[in-house]
Each structure stands twice: as C-alpha cells, then as structure tokens.
C-alpha cells in the first residue's frame, strides 16, 4: 500500500492567498484527520471525517479554515486568506474501522506564509 | 487541546543507554498510544496499551500504564543512534487522537 499521500510537500505562499493542501487517505480507511504541527501548540486536530462526513471541526481555528472529503479517496484542507500564523506542517492520516486504533500519517505539508 | 503531556521535553543520551519518556494526560481513556517521529517526517505509530493492560512489551520498548495516576511511561532499551527522533503519546477516549508536545530524544554515538 503506498499510505497517506499529500500534496504540495512544501508550499510557501504570500499572505492573503488561497492555500490548497491535498491528501488521500489509505485505500479502505473510512476515517480521515487533519492535523496542524507547529513548535509552540504542537500536534493539533483540527477536523475528522467518517464515510467521507465531517465528524469534529472544534479544532478548526477560524472561518478561514475549510475542509471538505467529495469522496472516499480524496480530502482537501482549504485556507483562504492565508497569514504568516498559519505557517506549520499540515498532516492528514487515516485509519480503518476494522484494522484497530492505529492512525496512519502522511509526509505533511510543510506551509509558509510569508 | 492537549491530552496528554510528556516529560522531559528534551532527552539526551549515549548509545547504549536506556532512555525512558514519561506521559501525562487528564480524562479517561480507551487506550493510549505512542508515536515516533523522525524529523521531517510524519508520526509513525510503536505501541498501543489498553486501559486494562498495565505494562506492554514490544522489541526494545516496554509501554507501562497507570490509569489511577492518568500516567504511562515508555521505556527504550539499549538506544542506538537511529532511536534519535521526538516521541508523543497520543491518548483515545473516543475515535480521533489526541497528542501531546512530544519528548525529543538524542541518542550520541
């Protein structure tokens, strides 16, 4: 299985602009997260999806913040405007119902916002 | 928000020595994991515990858990260079994981 694919790996973006980050999670994972890592708030969920439906956005910080799963194998992280605070590394992971706890992470995406 | 909380932050060491993580965390729980992170890279899970296990063994890491005390430690055992990387526990008391800071270790040949 080749695990959790994200795109860009990197991506630096000047303030103001529209950030896509992209992932598929792992084929029959029917849970998808996204969390945000940075140095001084460490590793933060920000959304989860079930079945491809939005479970827990709590940790979503603001508007600006979207994420949306059309199907089983694609989610996207949508920031819009982008600012220099939300420069950190962006995970997404997956994990099966029936394959335990485990949570399978991508690579990340390494976001900044300058 | 942060459930769990581990000490030390940082953790340097020589080859060899036995190098031990400790984790914090505040509500119940289903079980607690813990997670390896090489820099650069994405977390890579090590070993689960269940709430009614107390002590669990993997290879070189030994994972204790003491629900009365919300407390569980990792354990490496004769570390080695390539054990040099940031280690999290993740506490689940539901479906997603919560982390906490992580300890970063050193491992010097």
């Known amino acids: 299985d080749a695990g959790v694919i994200q795109s860009p790996r990197h991506e630096v973006t000047e303030m103001g602009q529209e950030v896509t980050l992209r992932c598929k999670p792992i084929?029959?994972?029917?849970?998808l997260f996204w969390y945000r890592q940075t140095m001084m708030r460490g590793l933060e969920l920000l959304i989860y999806?079930?079945?491809?439906?939005?479970?827990?956005d709590s940790g979503m910080p603001e508007d600006r913040f979207s994420a949306k799963m059309p199907n089983a194998s694609f989610s996207t992280l949508k920031i819009q405007p982008s600012e220099p605070r939300d420069s950190a590394v962006y995970f997404c992971?997956?994990?099966?119902?029936?394959?335990?706890?485990?949570?399978?992470f991508g690579e990340g995406s390494w976001l900044t916002v300058v | 928000s942060q459930q769990g909380e581990e000490d030390p932050q940082a953790l340097s060491i020589q080859e060899g020595e036995n190098a031990t993580m400790n984790c914090s965390y505040k509500?119940?729980?289903?079980?607690l994991q813990w997670y390896r992170q090489n820099s650069g890279r994405g977390l890579v899970h090590l070993i689960l515990?269940?709430?009614?296990?107390r002590e669990k063994h993997s290879g070189r890491l030994r994972v204790t858990l003491d629900t009365s005390k919300k407390s569980s430690s990792l354990l490496i055992t004769a570390s080695r260079a390539a054990d040099t990387a940031s280690y999290f526990c993740?506490?689940?008391?539901?479906?997603?994981?919560?982390f906490g800071k992580g300890t970063t270790l050193s491992v010097s040949s």
């Open positions: 509500t119940s729980i289903n079980n």
């Open positions: 992971a997956s994990k099966g119902s029936s394959s335990g706890n485990t949570i399978y």
């Open positions: 515990i269940r709430s009614n296990e």
């Open positions: 993740a506490t689940d008391a539901g479906t997603a994981l919560i």
């Open positions: 999806f079930n079945n491809n439906v939005p479970i827990d």
């Open positions: 084929s029959g994972h029917d849970y």
